[in-house]
């Protein structure tokens, strides 16, 4: 059987590519809207996602201040700008493009994700970064098998699973919590957020006799609508345990997560 954990497409978008957005995007910074566009853009700093650029006529109650400092992004030159919307200000939180960027970038602004309150396409929150139009998230019903242990202890064996496929990404295999061996398992307070997938509700963590491993498990209570096959369901990191899909022990996946890739690489 071919091994299916290695088994997924790679991120196609090079560094520095620019394609529009067909959704309107909005900004909101302490309850006042720091932009609202039609027009955005998405640039690819890193192939692993894109960010937004908001053409600067768009801006509503946001004010950019030139902090006098140009750095070269990935897509190319910008210079580094405060904002301020009302009352709130973030220093250094919007680059404006330079010459030497792609030309469409030009007359637009990147802002850092974090420096906005909330992030809108159309009326439905996005979180982490902008949802990248080259990947998709398909949570499929199975009838494979599978087996989860680690330092010789059994902590899964599910009849059957959900498998989650995401662009660029191993496998992932979701099993009812009935087949999870809980008492095993030390819930934690760690919490992911991801654009394709929503924020996590739970993590836990192994204490066997020979080691601690942390936070190798996790749960989606309340995914998006894209991924609600998952709802409940627990998944294990590939790369921290023995796992096996049918029978076949299945090599750990060696890849790094992509970049700023906190809860998309789960």
Known sequence: MADESV???SLIAPVG????????????IGGRVAFDTRRALYVWEWPAYPQF????????EAVLTDDQHTEELGAGPARRHSLRVGS???????WVWEEGAPEPLHGTVRFEWDALDSWFEEDEPVFVHPRSPYSR???????????????????????????????????????????????????????????????TSSYWSFDSD???????????DFP????????GMIAFFNEHVDLSVDGTL???PTEPAPRGSTGHRR
């Open 53 to 60: 650029c908001i053409p600067v006529d768009d801006l509503v």
């Open 7 to 9: 088994l997924h497409p």
């Open 250 to 252: 299945l090599p750990r």
């Open 137 to 199: 998230v398909d949570a499929l019903r199975s009838s494979s098998t599978v087996r989860v242990e680690l330092d010789g202890v059994v902590l899964a064996d599910a009849p059957d699973c959900v498998k989650l496929f995401e662009t660029g990404l191993p496998t992932r295999y979701y099993l009812d919590r009935m087949y999870v061996d809980l008492t095993r398992l030390r819930g934690t307070d760690t919490v992911t957020h991801c654009p394709y997938k929503g924020t």
């Open 210 to 220: 020979m080691a601690t491993h942390e936070d190798i498990a996790w749960a989606y």
């Open 88 to 94: 709130q200000v973030r220093e250094g939180a919007a």
């Open 17 to 28: 590519h620019v394609e529009p957005v067909p959704r309107r995007v909005r900004g909101v």
């Open 224 to 231: 998006t609508i894209h991924a609600n096959r998952i709802a």
